[in-house]
Structure formats: structure tokens, C-alpha cells
């Protein structure tokens, strides 16, 4: 695709509207506490679903959420780290997936369906990989704010939920890279077999990271220089969709792995940056875990799913929708004649 001119000339003003965000609605939220502890039920006792619809409500700015409008964005990227041995999968099963998006033919396709979503797949400039981190950085700053905007701009305002999801051969090798350099520990500890490598390839990911953890050491101080030095185009565009989220008043389901640590550095650079997101589901990645701990996001769905495309993400808008029927449509201990403790 051709990107559209970025809304930030330089990382320092990409910096600068990651530490202005919007808060959400105190009114809002509370305005669903009080109609859950009216309803026809213990207080408390649809456990997460109650404080799913006041999640809602507070980042919808509504006392009463709607979900009319629900959207999954599916980012694709190619990545030169592949040169390194990383996947299981050579990395033209990118644009062949992507077509297959386009086709209807993949597991995505099914579940925005199911889940009444829209669909919308981006690749990236497929045909121009990523540098090879082992080598030099990822993406230059213009490159990387070029990949920030695309996703940046490709969130509407009328959303009333948005899932993220993504599509790159090799880019677990990139999520494990940047928690790594985000949270520390090295490479082993957020390693994991990504598409399905053997031993061998563990081995090749694992000292890939290492490699790149060492040739960038300078930019691990800053969470913005890490994702332009150890990510790709597609987890660009998800930290600038999920920054244009917050801005705009539009939850956020993040997906696995790859979109969490995509995510991550505007948790790194604001205290509350992830505050308007859900962790949709844990993924059987290994670091995936670890990283929603390290973020404090507790995970809605554990299913043992590890292939993204915004897979999980999909699958947990039916849990939403469920905590938004029960929070409009119960009704209330006096409406219904039912008494009270």
C-alpha cells in the first residue's frame, strides 16, 4: 500500500502524543456499576462480564455502550530476520495468506463473521522486507513512522470496538525481541517455537535475539527505538492503530503474542497506555504469558491458540457482546418483582 504523509514528522513528536493521552470516562464507568448492582443477580456474580460493559462504557464515553460497529484490522509485514533461519515457513506465505484473507479461506474470515466484525487486511510493502536486525535496524525512523501511520490512519472514529491482529512470517522472533528489550531477561526467557520450529530453529530465534539485543544495545532505553530497531511494519501499525484507538475513544482487543508486544512500548512510555485494551486471550507462545503479566493484563480466553491473524482477539468480541446483552437487557430487581437481600 502507499502510506499516507505521517502525523509525526520525527519520533519526538510521536513521543510527545504517546504521553497525551485521553483519559476515559469516570462518569461513564460508574453509571454501569450502578445499573450492575441494580440488575437480577448477586452483585458481582457475572464476575468479568460486569466490568467488561463498564470497561466499555468508560472508553465509549456512554453510560450505556453499544457495539454496532465492530472492526478487525489485519496488518501484514515481511521481515529480513528471516534470512537467519527464524520460521518454520518461507516468508512467501505472507502475501499467500494475505490472499487467502482476501479469498475468505482463512480462520479469521469465519470468526469476524461469527463475531459480526468487519474485516480489513493491510500488507505492507510485502515486496521490501525489513532490514535483518542482526545486521542493523529493522526500519529507519522514516520508515518506521511511515509504518505507524499507516496504522494510525486506518482507525475511523465511528468504531465502537476494534480487534488488532497480524499477519509476518518470522515476527515472533520479533515479538520475543522487543519484550526482551522492553522487559528484559534475554532471549531465551520469551522464546518460543513461533509457527512450529524444531530445536535447531529454537536455537536460530534464540541467537537471532541475541544478536539483535546486542547490535542495539543504544536503543533500548527508548520503547519507541526498540520497535523501530527490533519490529517490523506490521507491529508499527498496530502500536500507531492502538495509540489512534485511545485518541479517538475506541476500544481495544488486542490479539496473541505478536500484537501484545506490537503494543507494549505505549505501556512503556505512559503509565496508562494500555488502559483502554483487553488482552483477548493468552496464546501458547511461551512468552505471551509473560508479557500480559509483565503488562498486568489479564488474559480473557486461555484456548491454547497460537496462530494470530486477530484469531483470539475475534473470538473474545462474542464474550463482549454477551457482557453488553446481560448489562442492557437484564432487568432490575424492581422491574422484575424479584426482592432484594
Not at 24 to 52: H, W, Y
Not at 167 to 180: D, E, K, P, R, V
Request: hydrophobic share 45%; glycine share 12%; charged share 20%.
Amino acid at each position: 500500500m502507499s502510506f499516507k504523509s505521517s502525523p509525526f514528522k520525527s519520533l519526538d513528536e510521536l513521543r510527545a502524543a504517546c504521553l497525551d493521552l485521553p483519559a476515559g470516562s469516570d462518569a461513564a464507568a460508574n453509571a454501569v456499576a450502578r445499573r450492575q448492582d441494580t440488575l437480577t443477580k448477586p452483585q458481582g456474580s457475572l464476575g468479568r462480564l460486569e466490568t467488561i460493559a463498564a470497561w466499555l462504557a468508560r472508553w465509549q464515553g456512554r453510560d450505556m455502550p453499544k457495539l454496532d460497529r465492530v472492526k478487525v484490522f489485519v496488518f501484514a509485514g515481511n521481515h529480513g530476520v528471516t534470512a537467519q533461519g527464524v520460521s518454520a515457513y518461507p516468508s512467501e506465505v505472507t502475501v499467500q495468506m494475505v490472499a487467502n484473507f482476501a479469498g475468505g479461506g482463512a480462520a479469521i474470515n469465519q470468526l469476524a463473521r461469527i463475531a459480526g466484525a468487519e474485516l480489513d487486511v493491510i500488507p505492507l510493502d510485502l515486496d521490501h522486507p525489513t532490514g535483518d536486525f542482526t545486521q542493523g535496524p529493522a526500519m529507519d525512523d522514516e520508515a518506521f513512522l511511515a509504518a505507524v501511520s499507516a496504522g494510525y490512519g486506518a482507525v475511523p472514529k465511528d468504531l465502537d470496538l476494534v480487534c488488532f491482529g497480524e499477519m509476518g512470517i518470522g515476527n515472533t522472533t520479533l515479538a520475543a525481541a522487543i519484550s526482551a528489550a522492553l522487559f528484559g531477561g534475554g532471549a531465551e526467557k520469551w522464546t518460543g517455537r513461533g509457527t512450529g520450529v524444531d530445536d535447531a530453529g529454537l536455537v536460530r530465534k534464540i541467537t537471532a535475539i541475541e544478536a539483535g539485543l546486542k547490535r542495539h544495545t543504544e536503543a533500548l532505553a527508548d520503547p519507541l527505538m526498540v520497535a523501530a530497531a527490533l519490529g517490523g511494519r506490521e507491529l508499527a501499525a498496530i502500536f500507531g492503530a492502538t495509540l489512534a484507538a485511545r485518541q479517538l475513544g475506541v476500544p481495544v482487543l488486542l490479539d496473541g503474542f505478536v500484537c501484545t508486544a506490537a503494543a507494549a512500548p505505549l505501556a512503556r512510555l505512559h503509565p496508562t497506555g494500555l488502559a483502554h485494551t483487553i488482552a483477548a486471550h493468552v496464546s501458547a507462545e511461551s512468552g505471551h504469558r509473560r508479557l500480559l503479566e509483565a503488562l498486568d493484563l489479564p488474559p480473557l480466553l486461555d484456548l491454547g491458540m497460537r496462530l494470530g491473524e486477530g484469531s483470539g482477539a475475534c473470538l473474545a468480541v462474542n464474550v463482549v457482546r454477551s457482557a453488553l446483552e446481560c448489562h442492557a437487557r437484564m432487568a432490575s430487581f424492581a422491574e422484575a418483582g424479584v426482592s432484594e437481600k
